[in-house]
């Protein structure tokens, strides 16, 4: 099943790195990954340092991403960007629904799927991220927390929406914090989520899906995860910012 389902390997930036910093970080990235024939690979720069990255990456296999965008086309939403001034700007993906912004910018379910839809009918590919807190999994809440994200974000949309997105699954407690979810734990996760598409769209939706892991993936720990059949790929925080730690990352075979 997961042999049909590319890899991907994305960065996220997150509030680092400034235009002469991503340029640097390409410079130095690129020639360490070759082709990279094997996997998808995507870097969310934050949104100042997105030129330079669209142009550092230019002739190379990365996609970039935006961090977020917003569910309107245009409008009075002052420090907010719209998905088609992420493709203008030369993106073809986004994060949707990180835990940062579900933490700090009050971002809610209903807000995730709206900002999902108004990404693909941009022409954006939507990495729609989801994971419960540590309260949550140390109270036995988490398929309980999942299924309600799910339900509520990118369950709500079309099957034909849901068929372009990616999927991340970021145990808010692993992110930053150096504690990865150890692979056994992360495969199980997966696969509840996997359950949940079954449930609400096909199983033929369900196998086609790519679910990425993030929390504290590192080049030493990258492997492991990798070697479940379940994760299709991963999304990096820290480690991203660092373009030989990237470099191993994206190079697991
Ligand atoms: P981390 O972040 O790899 O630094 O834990 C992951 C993420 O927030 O996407």
Not at 245 to 252: E, H
Request: glycine letters at 10%; one cysteine or more.
């Amino acid at each position: 099943m997961s042999t049909a389902r590319r890899r991907v390997m994305a960065g996220n930036w997150k509030m680092y790195k400034t235009q002469s910093e991503t340029r640097a970080f390409f410079a130095a990235f690129l020639p360490m990954i070759g082709d990279a024939a094997h996997c998808d690979v995507v870097m969310a720069p934050p949104f100042t340092s997105i030129a330079a990255a669209v142009e550092a990456a230019k002739g190379s296999r990365v996609a970039i991403a935006g961090q977020n965008s917003h569910w309107q086309k245009e409008g009075a939403f002052t420090g907010e960007v719209s998905p088609q001034m992420l493709v203008e700007a030369g993106c073809t993906h986004v994060i949707v629904g990180h835990s940062e912004r579900r933490q700090y910018a009050n971002e809610t379910d209903d807000m995730v799927s709206q900002k999902s839809r108004a990404a693909l009918a941009a022409g954006l590919t939507p990495v729609v991220c989801l994971g419960e807190n540590f309260t949550e999994r140390e109270t036995g809440k988490t398929q309980e927390v999942l299924s309600q994200q799910f339900i509520g974000g990118p369950g709500a949309l079309t099957a034909e929406e849901f068929s372009r997105i990616l999927l991340a699954y970021e145990p808010v407690w692993a992110i930053g914090t150096g504690r990865t979810a150890t692979p056994d734990i992360a495969a199980a996760a997966h696969r509840f989520l996997r359950q949940c598409v079954r449930d609400q769209f096909s199983p033929e939706a369900a196998a086609g899906l790519r679910i990425l892991y993030g929390g504290s993936v590192k080049p030493d720990n990258i492997q492991g995860l990798m070697a479940q059949e379940e994760l299709d790929g991963a999304l990096v925080g820290g480690a991203s910012l660092d373009p030989k730690w990237f470099a191993a990352i994206v190079n697991t075979k």
